[in-house]
């Protein structure tokens, strides 16, 4: 028997969509930078389909947006040889160039970057079905993040500017880069996560190959231009085609420096395996997450409800740091549950441009199949879908679910959902949650619900050696950027924030010397006829 599609899960005719929010054209790109050009590609190209859909007589078709290339190993090999030239050993103009001049190269992408923005947030509302508001926020976050990590690299440098003198050895530290980086970003969050490794790897003075996401590519597209003339040629190269053809090989090749990967455990685990010399490979990784709420007897209850709900279905549930499961206190189940659906009932499902918009369609063509596997287990095992209209499916739309209770035999207990399901399970003893942490491969943040004192105290002390955040009273999420953002166990390897970045794509590097008469006129002669931009006073400001 066929559910009715609810009119808030229908999608528009096309010309019920506002024109201002319409891409003037499809985009076709048909070339990609390498060694500092934009160069023409003729070959195979992926076909991008939105997420939304338009209502046509044959029932809801996707929007065709454009098409990117589908390059091959050779293209790949060869942004991999233009990284490696323009770095050239350390010796290459970027990683030899002062901070201040490395700086000024940033600062004039931004200006570029900013020419861009009604493209690009259009682009990420169109590829991967985010709200526009959204979208913006993430485009201004990314532009807002590239600012402070320039003031965090000048702070760093200016700490960096004098000598230090210990037994009669002065020396000055400084951070210098670590080599060709190969980066790749996630779709959630397409510009604002891959900016995150990408900008600081960059102003390192290290050399980029950048793999766009699969959902989510063309939006780069409009910048690449900026990144070919605000840089030295070979600093950036693009990289297109498929992952599972194109990075493999140039893992095994040995030349990757540094690899940063927003994406699976698995898929990290593999490639870094495939790196003949691991001990010279660096690897800064965000990955999987399943972050649990615990909601205590002595919590708010409509705080963590509202906390939940945040946590658990923005952007639909499609964000590492999301709230992946719930553990509530048998005493308050029935009322959590009861006011979680009346939450998730008035949540707002629409398009993408719609104001106030909560639910959006999904990117992943296969993910709303997958949710409804995982519901269809949940209740094979025994649990129940809580909340009216759970789980119905418009060919990109999911209705949230709520599913209550979840056990150890379901997928949604241990597996990643990744969009909007809520997985709720009540507890008797506070030790269950806890043992769920300690249990789990994955140790990124925890979320606690509780107004006393000493039952805070006593879960912070212990899950702060579980995850790497504890949030008390409020949701599981990344921001403010300066705060550090890791994880431990398989959730993540190395730490990103505006200034952890920065150290993760650098080494700390020294020039030493004995206080010689000698060795001080050669010191003074360097500095004072700024002969090098390492050994150097210069101030920043």
């Known amino acids: 028997m066929k559910v009715e599609t609810l009119a808030s899960m229908k999608f528009p005719r096309e010309a019920e969509i506002p024109e201002n929010f319409k891409l003037k054209k499809e985009i076709h790109q048909k070339e990609f930078l390498c060694d500092g050009q934009m160069l023409p590609w003729n070959g195979k190209s992926h076909d991008v389909y939105s997420p939304v859909c338009i209502e046509t007589e044959d029932g809801p078709k996707r929007v065709y947006i454009g098409s990117y290339p589908v390059c091959t190993e050779k293209e790949a090999f060869d942004a991999l040889n233009a990284a490696e030239i323009a770095y050239d050993n350390g010796r290459g103009e970027w990683p030899t160039m002062s901070v201040a001049d490395r700086i000024k190269c940033v600062e004039k992408f ?3 970057m900013l020419a861009k923005k009604d493209l690009v947030t259009k682009l990420i ?27 965090a690299l000048k702070d760093l440098d200016r700490q960096s500017s004098g000598f230090q003198i210990v037994d009669g050895i002065a020396a000055q530290i400084r951070r210098s880069p670590l080599g060709v980086v190969l980066c790749m970003g996630p779709f959630n969050y397409p510009l604002n996560e891959t900016f995150t490794t990408l900008i600081p790897a ?38 297109y085609g498929r992952g599972a053809d194109i990075i493999p090989p140039l893992m095994q090749s040995g030349r990757i420096n540094v690899l940063t990967l927003i994406g699976s455990s698995k898929v990290a685990d593999k490639l870094k395996k495939l790196h003949p010399k691991i001990n010279r490979l660096r690897a800064i990784l965000g990955l999987d ?27 639909n549930g499609q964000r590492c740091t999301a709230i992946k499961i719930v553990f509530v206190h048998e005493s308050l189940s029935e009322q959590f549950l009861e006011k979680l659906s009346e939450a998730v009932g008035k949540l707002k499902l629409g398009m993408p441009w719609e104001t106030g918009v909560n639910i959006t369609p999904l990117p992943e063509p296969d993910k ?13 095992h025994g649990a129940k879908i809580i909340n009216e209209n759970a789980g119905q499916i418009n060919e990109s739309f999911f209705f949230p679910a709520i599913v209550f209770p979840v056990d150890a035999n379901m997928k949604l207990y241990r597996e990643e959902q990744f969009g909007p399901v809520v997985p709720v399970l009540s507890f008797k003893d506070i030790e269950e949650p806890i043992q769920y942490l300690i249990d789990s491969p994955h140790g990124q943040q925890v979320s606690l619900f509780s107004n006393d004192p000493e039952e805070l105290a006593r879960l912070i002390d212990p899950l702060v050696n579980e995850v790497s955040r504890v949030n008390v009273n409020s949701q599981c999420q ?15 390897e190395g730490t990103l924030s505006v200034s952890d970045a920065l150290r993760s794509f650098s080494i700390r590097s020294l020039v030493a010397a004995k206080l010689t008469d000698q060795n001080k006129y050669l010191l003074n002669e360097i500095i004072n006829g700024q002969q090098s931009n390492f050994l150097s006073t210069k101030f920043i400001f």
């Open 110 to 112: 931004v200006h570029e």
């Open 125 to 151: 509302m169109w590829e991967i079905g985010k709200a526009y508001t959204e979208s913006v926020k993430e485009f201004d976050r990314t532009v807002e993040y590239i600012s402070a990590t320039v003031d």
């Open 202 to 239: 960059l102003i390192m003075g290290n050399t980029i190959l950048f793999k766009p996401p699969k959902h989510g590519s063309l939006l780069h597209y409009p910048l690449l231009e900026a990144f070919s003339t605000c840089f030295p040629k070979g600093v950036v190269n693009t990289i």
């Open 289 to 315: 997450a399943k972050n649990a709420a615990i909601i205590t007897a002595n919590a708010d209850l409509d705080l963590a409800v509202k906390e939940t709900i945040a946590g658990a279905l923005s952007f």
């Open 368 to 380: 709303p199949d997958y949710l409804r596997e995982c519901l269809e287990d949940a209740v094979l």
């Open 478 to 492: 990344r921001g403010p950027d300066v705060f550090p953002f890791t994880g431990r166990k398989d959730s993540a």
